[in-house]
């Protein structure tokens, strides 16, 4: 998938905009949002899909103030259709009963492209969720949470079968399980076409700044790990992992590999790069 279409369904998604101008002395960057690094898993090949699992540890407290959106799972493809999930410092949405869009704070999301219906949403208890068709269709589960530094494991996993007119459609499930506080919470589920629903063998993570332009001085110092994907339960024999650094945004990320995980450095400007594809993790034969 082209990077300019994915940041464009990136933007669309979190339903903010993105508004302001460039601070004083600052060169002139690209629109917001901003992705300070892409990382990129290959599988190796596409997978039955019954659950996908990725382990995310933040390094520090982020004020709110901030719009930082940390993606565990930046961008994926059930049977082809778009979807992704992660962490934000400000989200927002509706309710069923209330189609008023309004703040939410802090919290965790997941969405799906290809899709207007509110019945192809199931928020949580106390859950919100968003509906959009401008720049393609897209839904969106939210569930207000006030995480902090630590390690999560943010999952999907195949839930319930529906048939409607004759055709098979599966609910998936988001769950975000916080090792600190040994809570588990369910964001939402969503519904996709089909019943058989594969993988796709590319997968992403990714951290965003998001919202109303700010200065780069404020993009906050924090280390974010993503440990490598699991799928159905069992960690993928010899994926690889590349990091993309896309043009025009600040360079203030560093990914490094250590230990099958990637390491996010944020926050620290990072002086003439050269490359903006680094090739982190190889691929190892099966």
Do not use: C
């Not at 464009?8 to 960057?29: D, I, N």
């Not at 968003?130 to 969106?140: N, R």
């Not at 069992?234 to 995980?261: F, T």
Request: hydrophobic residues 40%.
């Amino acid at each position: 998938m082209k990077l300019a279409f994915l940041t464009s369904v990136f933007a669309l998604a979190l339903g903010l905009a993105a508004t302001g101008q460039p601070g004083g002395g600052e060169p002139k960057y690209a629109p917001m949002p901003w992705h300070l690094t892409d990382t990129w898993w290959d599988l190796g090949q596409e997978t039955p899909f019954e659950s996908l699992a990725v382990d995310v540890t933040i390094g520090a407290d982020v004020p709110a103030s901030v719009n930082l959106y940390v993606a565990p799972i930046g961008l994926g493809h059930l049977s082809k259709t778009q979807f992704y999930g992660g962490i934000q410092t400000q989200s927002d949405g509706y309710t069923k009963k209330d189609l008023k869009l309004r703040g939410i704070g802090p919290g965790f999301l997941f969405s799906m492209w290809g899709e207007r219906g509110n019945d192809a949403i199931r928020p949580s208890d106390g859950g919100f969720f968003q509906s959009s068709g401008h720049e393609g269709d897209f839904v969106s589960v939210r569930r207000p949470f006030a995480w902090k530094k630590g390690k999560y494991t943010y999952r999907l996993t195949r839930m319930d079968r529906e048939e409607i007119d004759g055709k098979p459609f599966t609910w998936v499930g988001a769950f975000v399980y916080s090792h600190e506080k040994d809570e588990n919470v369910f964001v939402g589920a969503l519904r996709f076409k089909g019943e058989k629903l594969a993988l796709d063998r590319k997968v992403a993570n990714f951290v965003e700044i998001y919202g109303n332009r700010r200065p780069v001085s404020e993009i906050p110092k924090v280390t974010i790990t993503f440990g490598p994907p699991v799928v159905n339960g069992m960690p993928v024999a010899g994926a690889s992992a590349e990091a993309v650094y896309p043009k025009g945004v600040p360079d203030y990320a560093d990914v490094a590999a250590k230990d099958g995980a990637l390491v996010v450095t944020v926050g620290t400007p990072v002086e003439g790069r050269k490359k903006r594809s680094v090739m982190l993790i190889e691929a190892k034969p099966k």
